[in-house]
T-cell receptor, first 113, second 112 residues
Framework: KAGVTQTPRYLIKTRGQQVTLSCSPI?????VSWYQQTPGQGLQFLFE???????NKGNFPGRFSGRQFSNSRSEMNVSTLELGDSALYLC????????????FGPGTRLLVL | TQLLEQSPQFLSIQEGENLTVYCNSS?????LQWYRQEPGEGPVLLVT?????EVKKLKRLTFQFGDARKDSSLHITAAQPGDTGLYLC????????????FGKGTLLTVNP
């Protein structure tokens, strides 16, 4: 079975721009979660989607949004980028979410200049 | 305040040495997970510990969950360069508040 894939792997943007990141979960997985990883704050939960609905949300500003499609693929959007948004963005999929095992993708490394 | 405190933050050792990393909290957890993240990759689940006092072994890695289920340790015997990576402990929320909460991790470097 193919693992979780994320595109693009690397991205450079400038302040004020917006960005969309994509995540394709493992086939059959219906839950997709997004995390931000920075050296200072570590890995922090952004949000989780299940069956095209946002089921849980972390403590991030409204500039961070996401969606999930009927095939469980998910996108994450960050508007009005700030320097502090530079991070590794990871997505993880699981069968049903909850306490099920999450499988992480390799991440998208975003650099905001 | 971090829910999960990991120590040490950085650890650099020579191949063949033993090491222990820790994950501590003031809260009680129903379960705790350990992940390893290699450079350029996402975290990979190593083990889930559930019962207080539980010890699980994965080849040269030994995981222990504290009796009070507030802390956990990971011991590596005879470390190898392939063990290099970021070791993260994490807990899953319950019910509708599902999310993984992680400590900041221990960055381990094993030098040949």
């Amino acid at each position: 079975k193919a693992g979780v894939t994320q595109t693009p792997r690397y991205l450079i943007k400038t302040r004020g721009q917006q960005v969309t990141l994509s995540c394709s979960p493992i086939s059959g997985h219906r839950s997709v979660s997004w995390y931000q990883q920075t050296p200072g704050q570590g890995l922090q939960f952004l949000f989780e989607y299940f069956s095209e609905t946002q089921r849980n949300k972390g403590n991030f500003p409204g500039r961070f949004s996401g969606r999930q499609f009927s095939n469980s693929r998910s996108e994450m959007n960050v508007s009005t980028l700030e320097l502090g948004d530079s991070a590794l963005y990871l997505c993880a999929s699981s069968l049903e979410g909850g306490e099920g095992t999450q499988y992480f993708g390799p991440g998208t490394r975003l650099l905001v200049l | 305040t971090q829910l999960l405190e990991q120590s040490p933050q950085f650890l650099s050792i020579q191949e063949g040495e033993n090491l222990t990393v820790y994950c501590n909290s003031s809260s009680v957890f129903s379960s705790l997970q350990w992940y390893r993240q290699e450079p350029g990759e996402g975290p990979v689940l190593l083990v889930t510990v559930v019962t207080g006092g539980e010890v699980k072994k994965l080849k040269r890695l030994t995981f222990q969950f504290g009796d009070a289920r507030k802390d956990s340790s990971l011991h590596i015997t005879a470390a190898q360069p392939g063990d290099t990576g970021l070791y993260l402990c994490g807990i899953a929320g319950r019910g509708s508040n599902y999310k993984l909460t992680f400590g900041k991790g221990t960055l381990l470097t094993v030098n040949p």
